[in-house]
């Protein structure tokens, strides 16, 4: 069952209540009798687990062979094979 935050607009008594979904919320302050409202919050988001990074989408990138090695294309071999 979530817990909902409640303030009441008259004392500004902070209190919560533990609530199903379905429950009516709290009206009345049990301080002073006062009007409730609950509150609401903005909460933290915590990812975990790979898939969430831009790096965990991304393909690896093979390192580039050195230019000595590697023949331009168009460039004939130095023996042919017949």
Not at 25 to 32: A, D, K, L
């Amino acid at each position: 069952m979530p817990i909902y935050e409640y303030e009441c607009g008259h004392c500004q008594t902070h209190f919560d209540r533990k609530q199903r979904f379905d429950e009516e919320p709290v009206t009345m302050c049990p301080e002073c009798r006062g009007k409730a409202r609950r509150v609401i919050s903005s909460i933290p988001v915590i990812f975990k687990g790979s898939g969430f990074y831009i790096t965990d989408s991304r393909k690896k990138v093979k390192p580039e062979k050195s230019e000595s090695k590697e023949k331009p294309v168009g460039e004939k071999k130095d023996k042919e094979v017949k």
